[in-house]
């Protein structure tokens, strides 16, 4: 069941790509979106839950999840810029950091993934982001620029998009430390050469 959930997030991508595109020209089209993007979040939080409580922690599961993780956020990231909504910045960042906890894999595959216990700072990072990305999802296209800061509404009081925007820079500095936990914590390990375990975990070692 977790790893239908998982593999369900992955399909849902597509669909949340095609409609908030649509709503370029279809401004209530947002609202389906952001409902698609709601069941893809759900649906991370429900495959850890049922994995953790039916005992069923799987190889393909600590591998999968992940990875389904850093297609819909991607997908959503770059939706969201195509359409002005975040500057290029945010996504380099989002997306550049994921590139690099990718590259480190199979690093991480000379120890057990499960003894690099999931820090704190993950979990705020990945809470924020996704409610930063939902409050995003509601603001208008805007003519935004593609490479710097100017057109993105960051002091309007009025707008999803600022306050989207401040909570989206909150939560990449989280991610940023989870980052660096998580990248220090694998090198003492590989270093240790034992895998012990720093604290018991049966969660994946990434967040958001």
Same mark, same amino acid.
């Given at each position: 069941?977790?790893?239908?959930?998982?593999?369900?997030?992955?399909?849902?991508? *597509?669909?949340?790509?095609?409609?908030?595109?649509?709503?370029?020209?279809?401004?209530?089209?947002?609202?389906?979106?952001?409902?698609?993007?709601?069941?893809? %979040?759900?649906?991370?939080?429900?495959?850890?839950?049922?994995?953790?409580?039916?005992?069923?922690?799987?190889?393909?599961?600590?591998?999968?999840?992940?990875?389904?993780?850093?297609?819909?956020?991607?997908?959503?990231?770059?939706?969201?810029?195509?359409?002005?909504?975040? *500057?290029?910045?945010?996504?380099?960042?989002?997306?550049?950091?994921?590139?690099?906890?990718?590259?480190?894999?199979?690093?991480?595959?000379?120890?057990?993934?499960?003894?690099? %216990?999931?820090?704190?700072?993950?979990?705020?990072?990945?809470?924020?982001?996704?409610?930063?990305?939902?409050?995003?999802?509601?603001?208008?296209?805007?003519?935004?620029?593609?490479?710097?800061?100017?057109?993105?509404?960051?002091?309007?009081?009025?707008?999803?998009?600022?306050?989207?925007?401040?909570?989206?820079?909150?939560?990449?500095?989280?991610?940023?430390?989870? %980052?660096?936990?998580?990248?220090?914590?694998?090198?003492?390990?590989?270093?240790?050469?034992?895998?012990?375990?720093?604290?018991?975990?049966?969660?994946?070692?990434?967040?958001?």
């Amino acid at each position: 069941m977790a790893n239908f959930l998982t593999m369900l997030r992955i399909a849902v991508t *597509p669909a949340f790509v095609v409609v908030m595109l649509q709503s370029s020209s279809h401004p209530s089209y947002k609202y389906i979106a952001l409902c698609i993007f709601l069941f893809g %979040a759900a649906t991370d939080w429900a495959d850890g839950f049922v994995a953790r409580h039916t005992d069923s922690v799987s190889k393909f599961g600590i591998t999968a999840d992940p990875l389904a993780d850093r297609i819909f956020i991607a997908a959503t990231l770059i939706t969201l810029y195509a359409m002005g909504i975040i *500057p290029l910045l945010f996504l380099v960042i989002v997306l550049g950091r994921d590139i690099i906890m990718a590259l480190g894999y199979p690093i991480l595959g000379k120890i057990d993934p499960t003894k690099i %216990a999931v820090h704190w700072t993950g979990k705020v990072a990945t809470a924020m982001l996704f409610v930063a990305l939902g409050m995003l999802i509601l603001s208008p296209s805007t003519s935004g620029s593609k490479v710097t800061f100017e057109g993105y509404q960051f002091f309007s009081l009025t707008s999803w998009q600022t306050y989207g925007l401040w909570l989206f820079v909150i939560g990449m500095c989280f991610s940023l430390i989870a %980052a660096g936990v998580y990248i220090s914590r694998a090198v003492a390990l590989l270093r240790e050469g034992r895998g012990e375990p720093l604290e018991p975990s049966t969660e994946a070692p990434d967040e958001l």
